[in-house]
T-cell receptor, first 111, second 118 residues
Framework: NAGVTQTPKFRILKIGQSMTLQCAQD?????MYWYRQDPGMGLKLIYY???????DKGEVPNGYNVSRSTTEDFPLRLELAAPSQTSVYFC??????????FGQGTRLTVV | AQSVTQLGSHVSVSEGALVLLRCNYS??????LFWYVQYPNQGLQLLLK??????LVKGINGFEAEFKKSETSFHLTKPSAHMSDAAEYFC????????????????FGQGTILTVHP
């Protein structure tokens, strides 16, 4: 009963490096999301997807890219990492929009 | 556009005391409202939700919340705090109707850290 799985759990990047945060769900949910959490700021939506091949920007998309080639996977790509991208990233999914299931998060530090 | 305001970034209570975490929202359409809890270094877990119907909703761990449309509020309460309730709590709103333009996107408040003293 895996739910939403995120990898890696922790990562340190140097400024200018790139990386992909992985997210997979095994609940056959159509809707998937990426949020970032910063202290005292709550969670902000980066990108979301309503199905395979369909993605759209959220509130804070700059510096990120996503793809959705399958229902299960929704990777988040960081190009040219910057200190402002130091955050905790959460992937979530839902089938109905009335209960989102969250992964355990990826804690990213850019130095 | 939607927004959520949680009054008080930190709330401290004694074990056995009433817990009250405040949440006010704004939404141009009927909202779905949620409370999530986050324990240290964990993901978010749904405590309770309001979608339609009864405005007093009960969740896990003895928590409940009441949707008050006239006050645009969705405050979270628990009659008697337990040490295990210490965590960060997030109120969130989405537009009703996942099949519409909302697509279940959540707008979160800034969070309230609950501390429980023995």
């Amino acid at each position: 009963n895996a739910g939403v799985t995120q990898t890696p759990k922790f990562r340190i990047l140097k400024i200018g490096q790139s990386m992909t945060l992985q997210c997979a769900q095994d609940m056959n949910h159509n809707y998937m999301y990426w949020y970032r959490q910063d202290p005292g700021m709550g969670l902000k939506l980066i990108y979301y997807s309503v199905g395979a091949g369909i993605t759209d920007k959220g509130e804070v998309p700059n510096g990120y890219n996503v793809s959705r080639s399958t229902t299960e996977d929704f990777p988040l790509r960081l190009e040219l990492a910057a200190p402002s991208q130091t955050s905790v990233y959460f992937c979530a999914s839902t089938s109905t929009g009335t209960e989102a299931f969250f992964g355990q998060g990826t804690r990213l530090t850019v130095v | 556009a939607q927004s959520v305001t949680q009054l008080g970034s930190h709330v401290s209570v004694s074990e056995g005391a009433l817990v009250l975490l405040r949440c006010n929202y704004s939404s141009s359409v009927p909202p779905y409202l949620f409370w999530y809890v986050q324990y240290p270094n964990q993901g978010l877990q749904l405590l309770l939700k309001y979608t339609t119907g009864a405005t007093l909703v009960k969740g896990i761990n003895g928590f409940e919340a009441e949707f008050k449309k006239s006050e645009t509020s969705f405050h979270l309460t628990k009659p008697s705090a337990h040490m295990s309730d210490a965590a960060e709590y997030f109120c969130a709103v989405s537009e009703s109707g996942a099949g519409g333009t909302s697509y279940g996107k959540l707008t979160f408040g800034q969070g309230t850290i609950l501390t429980v003293h023995p």
